[in-house]
């Protein structure tokens, strides 16, 4: 753990890009001086929290530049995503955003990419494995296969959407043809078209659209969080 300013000239002198800064380990003149330091030394800094205060005070000490989420509770070492996903709407856009430890599936990585987090910190489950690079490749795999679900879903959500807002869909089987103009439907007067629409079931097309919102939102590239 870097605690002294020592530590980062030793640092650069073997040639180390970046830096981690525990801020559970250190108070607030001691983080904002040796990030200060190790930025005039020309090394990035990963500054590590476990919740919002620490988060705080990481922000405020100018550690904007990378933030690592660490899920681990260091109280009673229970381990939960909700903490990368409960802080990742507090954290800059700017903000380089790496979640730590608890990830174990493609699904966990999935859902933290998702969330915005552009990089992972896998220790423990690979550690445990009896081949560590077996068990990373499948790992990456696994999240590649989520992503390709979420990306057709996504896509089909999005088509099925198009085509219900295309003029005419309301004759179509829209599954409970609710409002839909069927073979009893009125004859023509001359607006036939813009009748149409009008009568257009427009529930049906919130619920698709909603449907395709949600589909996208899996695939929300990192950095566009909301808030």
Do not use: Y
């Not at 205060?53 to 989420?69: K, S």
């Not at 990456?140 to 057709?152: D, F, H, P």
Request: a positive charge; glycine letters at 10%; charged letters at 25%.
């Amino acid at each position: 753990f870097i605690v002294d300013e020592f530590q980062l000239l030793e640092s650069r002198a073997h040639g180390a890009d970046a830096v981690l800064l525990i801020a559970a380990a250190l108070c607030d003149a001691e983080l904002k001086q040796l990030n200060k330091a190790a930025r005039a030394m020309g090394l990035d800094v990963l500054c590590e929290v476990h919740n919002a205060e620490e988060l705080n005070r990481a922000l405020e000490a100018g550690c904007t530049d990378m933030i690592g989420v660490n899920n681990r509770n260091l109280h009673d070492f229970s381990v939960t995503l909700a903490t990368s996903l409960d802080l990742i709407g507090r954290i800059p856009k700017t903000t380089v955003c790496i979640a730590e430890s608890g990830i174990t599936r493609g699904e966990d990585i999935a859902t933290l990419r998702a969330a915005g987090f552009h990089g992972f910190l896998i220790g423990e489950s690979l550690m445990r494995a009896q081949h560590p690079g077996k068990a990373l490749h499948d790992l990456i795999e696994a999240a590649q296969a989520v992503r390709a679900r979420a990306w057709t879903s996504a896509r089909a959500g999005r088509e099925r959407f198009q085509r219900e807002r295309e003029p005419g869909a309301q004759g179509r089987d829209l599954g409970d043809g609710a409002g839909c103009a069927g073979p009893a439907a009125a004859p023509d007067r001359g607006d036939a078209p813009g009748r149409a629409r009008r009568q257009r079931p427009r529930a049906r097309l919130a619920r698709a659209g909603r449907d395709h919102r949600a589909a996208a939102g899996v695939l929300q590239p990192a950095g566009q969080r909301a808030g």
